[in-house]
């Protein structure tokens, strides 16, 4: 008697389209603006399998809304402080509140958001041989004492203030990145971001062009710190994401400066808001913060010439993009 085996069936998961994805791409801090714009451009690549791992303390499921149940996509809620295992090629590490107000609410979570978790990612690249990215910020270079801040200038940081748990946790992350690379071989990429605003910022997010924006749809006053001299430089999102793919794809680990170098006075930026979104408003100064630096505007001579990058969208033409999506989300429509 002869039994004949039924042929082999094939695995279903075998035809599947997350086997055809050939770069497995960890996004930590995935659910929050800069992250959530960044898996937008990583999903338009078919060859890309995306996993976020988020705690949703700044971020939230709905800036990933149209990804959810996709098959090359995956989102786990999951704390960088914690032992994270998963297979994947590269890693961009985004984890952690950037806002002044969010940062500073939990100041011992966002050290060990910068220190543990970011310890936690190089021992996952270090298991897996993945290539990480850390976005680091121009808050590295503190009050700065030199200007515009090229990459070699180390900076003017109070150790002990109330912007250190974000300034000093970002500088030991960097830290960390250099000495994995150094002692365990880890390719590593460190994006020192300058002011970055773009629709899915959070509406209370409490950074100024959020404010500003939000103040001018409700037709409330704009609230400019004291003195209202002190400058920023602000990119607009895409242009952000452009600039990390680039840093992650190319052969530097840097670190590398990304932003725009167009420098405003905050009384600036509230007299641009209050022309292009509601001429109506007031403009009011208010009491500033301890530690504030004054000025701020990346060189990005290196950027340019290391990976091709500048920035294409001016403030003018990033801000009425950046109000469409507060006008839908507030709920107050144009009025012509
Ligand atoms: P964001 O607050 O919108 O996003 C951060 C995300 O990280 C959120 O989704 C939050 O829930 C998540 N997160 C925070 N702590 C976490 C933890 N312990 N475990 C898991 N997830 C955690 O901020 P963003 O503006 O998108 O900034 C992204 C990154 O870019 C941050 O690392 C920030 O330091 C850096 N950066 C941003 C700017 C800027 O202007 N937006 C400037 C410099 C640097
Ligand atoms: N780690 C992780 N995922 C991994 C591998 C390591 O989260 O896949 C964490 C691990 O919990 C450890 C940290 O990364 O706390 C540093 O790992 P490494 O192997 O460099 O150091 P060690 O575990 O030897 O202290
Ligand atoms: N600022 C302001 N009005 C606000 C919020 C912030 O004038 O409603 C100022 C703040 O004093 C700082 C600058 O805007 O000089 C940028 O602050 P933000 O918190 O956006 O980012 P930072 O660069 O300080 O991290």
Redesign the pocket.
């Known amino acids: 008697h002869v039994t004949t085996k039924p042929p082999p069936t094939p695995s279903p998961l075998r035809n599947a389209k997350f086997f055809q994805a050939n770069m497995r791409i960890l996004v ?8 959530s714009h960044l898996v937008d451009r990583l999903m338009e690549n078919e060859k890309n399998e995306v996993i976020v ?7 939230s499921k709905d800036n990933l809304k149209k990804w959810i149940g996709h098959p090359r996509f995956e989102l786990i809620r ?4 914690e032992t994270l295992l998963v297979e994947v090629d590269q890693i961009y590490h ?6 002044p107000i ?1 940062y500073k609410y939990n100041p011992v ?1 966002t050290i060990k ?1 910068n220190v543990i ?1 970011t310890l936690n990612m190089l021992g996952l690249a270090k298991r897996v041989g993945a290539r990480i990215l850390l ?5 590295v270079y503190g009050d700065p004492l030199v200007h515009p801040q090229d990459e070699s200038y180390w900076g003017n940081v109070n150790p002990i203030g109330v912007r250190s748990c974000y300034d000093e946790g ?1 500088r030991v992350a960097e830290t960390l990145m250099f000495d994995y690379h150094r002692q365990h071989g880890i390719e590593i990429r460190i994006a020192r ?4 605003y773009g629709p899915r910022m ?1 509406i209370d997010d409490g ?1 100024v062009v959020s404010n500003f924006i939000a103040q001018a749809v409700r037709g409330e006053p704009l609230t400019v710190q004291a003195p209202g001299t002190q400058t920023r430089s602000f990119c607009y999102v895409s242009d952000m994401v452009d600039g990390l793919i680039r840093l992650m794809e190319g052969e530097n680990t840097g670190p590398i400066n990304i932003g725009n170098p167009g420098e405003f006075t905050m009384l600036e930026l509230a007299e641009t808001v209050k022309e292009l979104i509601n001429p109506d408003v007031e403009i009011i100064s208010v009491e500033n913060t301890p530690d504030d630096p004054r000025q701020r505007k990346p060189d990005i001579t290196k950027a340019k010439e290391l990976l091709g990058w500048e920035p294409k969208i001016k403030l003018r033409d990033g801000l009425p993009l950046m109000e469409d999506d507060f006008r839908t989300r507030l709920g107050v429509p144009r009025k012509n």
Request: hydrophobic content about 30%; glycine content about 14%; aromatic content about 12%.
């Open positions: 930590t801090g995935g659910a929050g603006f800069i992250g791992v988020d705690n949703y303390f700044t971020g999951h704390d960088v402080t985004l984890a952690c509140p950037a806002s969010f979570k958001t978790g976005t680091s910020t121009s808050e970002k971001i300058f002011n970055t959070n950074r």
